[in-house]
């Protein structure tokens, strides 16, 4: 989406001791902002609407009142990260941040502030622009904490907790005739593929939390020549038929299966694994779901469970 070129009341600049790709990374990782909580004292959700958008729900504390706002994080026309308000006090407002190499492992961060049409509101009353400042500087120093041991492409999360709670789920599965069993199975691991390749590119923590899944959920040992098998059948299925009517295919499958909300999940949990939920992945998931008859308000909820156990601290 064009964004248009902004109109800043408040700069801030700052340099980030890691490498440019690195801090991009985790200012577009999303998946990280909501599940390890970027900012402190505010809660961030998924909000699944409209489809396709990465659209967050940011709940914050302001003097024991609850300020509500949503906000879509995107990349403009220029490369830049941009936070685009979209609903609450701050609705039309958004924050602009550019990012350059400064060296080859430090990074020049330059944030601005283009205010919506009635001035940028903490919940309480107008901000001044010393307050805007502050506001922006905070953001800054918040992802500056999130990028502490931050790795791009890292696998997020308790992987193994989340396949241990689907796995409870698949014990009707093996009620069914061994032909069955081989389609649902088959199925699940289409799904998992489709959020893959949905960004382009099956990652090797995707590729490797697909053999878990299958070696969890499945009782089957697939190894790395198998796993590219899949993904390969599935990328070229997807450009023969259209990426969009392959995930209407598998999500239907599923759905006639009796495995929508399953297959989703094991979907769900791919797209979330590595690199952060990006736009196209959501996008996907969305789709399946859609024809697996699962509706957005359930995946919502399914995106937010495997969240959660993603975060859990394990117990000592």
């Given amino acids: 989406m064009s964004v248009a070129p902004p109109r800043p009341v408040v700069r801030v600049r700052t340099v980030i001791e890691r490498p440019v790709a690195v801090v991009r990374a985790q200012f577009f990782d999303l998946d990280q902002h909501v599940r ?7 809660t961030l959700k ?3 609407r409209p489809p396709g958008e990465r659209r967050i729900k940011q709940e914050t504390r302001v003097l024991g009142r609850v300020v509500l706002e949503e906000y879509v994080v995107e990349e403009d026309d220029a490369g830049r990260w941009v936070r685009r308000f979209v609903e ?4 039309g407002g958004m924050y602009v941040v550019e990012l350059a190499a400064q060296d080859q492992d430090r990074t020049r961060v330059e944030a601005a502030a283009v205010p919506p049409p ?5 919940g309480l009353g107008k901000l001044s622009d010393l307050g805007v400042q502050k506001a922006l500087e905070k953001v800054l120093a918040d992802h500056r904490r999130a990028l502490e041991g931050y790795e791009p492409g890292r696998v997020r999360g308790d992987v193994d907790k989340v396949l241990e709670a689907l796995h409870d789920l698949t014990a009707p599965i093996f009620a069914r005739d061994k032909a069955e069993q081989k389609a649902i199975f088959a199925t699940f691991l289409e799904a998992a593929a489709l959020a893959a390749i949905a960004d382009d590119v099956a990652d090797e923590f995707e590729r490797q939390t697909m053999k878990a899944a299958g070696k969890k959920l499945c009782f089957a040992d697939l190894d790395d020549a198998t796993i590219d098998r899949i993904v390969k059948g599935t990328s070229e ?5 259209g990426f969009e009517a392959r995930c209407d295919k598998i999500g239907t ?4 299966l009796g495995f929508g909300q399953l297959g989703v999940a094991v979907a769900a949990l791919i797209a979330q694994v590595s ?12 789709r399946v779901a859609n024809a697996a008859a699962v509706p957005d308000v359930e995946l919502m909820q399914i995106v937010a469970r495997i969240d959660a156990m993603l975060t859990a601290p394990a117990l000592a």
Avoid at 36 to 42: D, M
Avoid at 118 to 122: E, I, L, P, Y
Avoid at 253 to 256: D, E, G, S, T
């Fill in 46 to 48: 998924w909000t699944l």
């Fill in 275 to 286: 690199h952060g939920m990006e736009t196209r992945e959501l996008a996907a998931l969305q």
């Fill in 36 to 42: 390890e909580g970027l900012h402190r004292g505010t």
């Fill in 118 to 122: 009635k001035g940028f509101d903490n």
């Fill in 253 to 256: 499958r599923l759905r006639k």
């Fill in 88 to 91: 609450g006090p701050n609705a």
């Fill in 237 to 241: 299925a997807a450009k023969a038929e």
